[in-house]
């Protein structure tokens, strides 16, 4: 298992955890529309994206060309848009008023793979859209995050992201979390493949929000 980052250790050891059930949610296309938002950006850069298998490298091109730009320049992208939009992104349809409802019964966290130097200004955005949750920034797969949490908790967790190998991470760290795949955007969605042991795949937050109450009678 890969190590945490020393600034995602130290915010999830500041956490104030009570002793309800938790549940750990991503942001980018879980509870903030990321890849429509990605989309118009590259636009406006003279780029396009082409959704054929599930991932942004590969899929990403030059307008006028087929050949799929490189990883390198996928990532300047992805970090140029986060430069200039981490402020505005706009919320997933019906997450607000499924965390809202969850928030009654359990502790929300937002685990997310933002650029660190850019945790506040997220953190900023999601209290102005009423999702005032600690927000924790990390790097790389998130499964010694979510076992790092586990550790200190001894009731029902669950874990809510939109990449397959972030949820095979926390899958294969072997705590007993419920894993919920969750996609806003409809064509990845359709592109995701299963992840065997996954608890709930869908891309509707009034699902998630019904079916981890279920899980808490």
Request: hydrophobic fraction near 50%; proline fraction near 6%; glycine fraction near 8%.
């Amino acid at each position: 298992m890969s190590e945490l980052a020393a600034f995602t250790r130290d915010a999830l050891d500041r956490l104030d955890l009570g002793d309800r059930p938790l549940v750990i949610v991503d942001v980018d296309e879980v509870v903030l529309r990321f890849v429509s938002h990605l989309e118009a950006f590259i636009g406006r850069q003279g780029y396009r994206l082409e959704a054929r298998s599930f991932g942004l490298t590969g899929n990403i091109t030059r307008l006028g060309s087929c050949r799929a730009v490189p990883a390198g320049e996928v990532a300047a992208l992805i970090a140029g848009f986060f430069a200039a939009h981490v402020h505005d992104q706009e919320p997933v349809p019906g997450a607000v008023a499924a965390l809202a409802r969850l928030s009654m019964r359990l502790d929300v966290v937002l685990l997310t793979n933002v650029p660190a130097e850019h945790a506040e200004s997220r953190a900023a955005r999601l209290t102005a859209l009423g999702m005032a949750f600690p927000v924790v920034a990390n790097d790389g797969p998130k499964g010694p995050a979510v076992a790092r949490l586990a550790q200190r908790v001894a009731h029902p967790l669950f874990f809510v992201d939109d990449g397959p190998n972030h949820l095979v991470s926390v899958r294969d760290t072997g705590a007993a979390v419920r894993l919920v795949h969750f996609i806003d955007d409809p064509r990845y969605y359709r592109l995701a493949p299963d992840v065997p042991g996954t608890w709930l795949k869908t891309r509707d937050w009034g699902e998630v929000a019904t079916r981890i109450e279920a899980a808490l009678v």
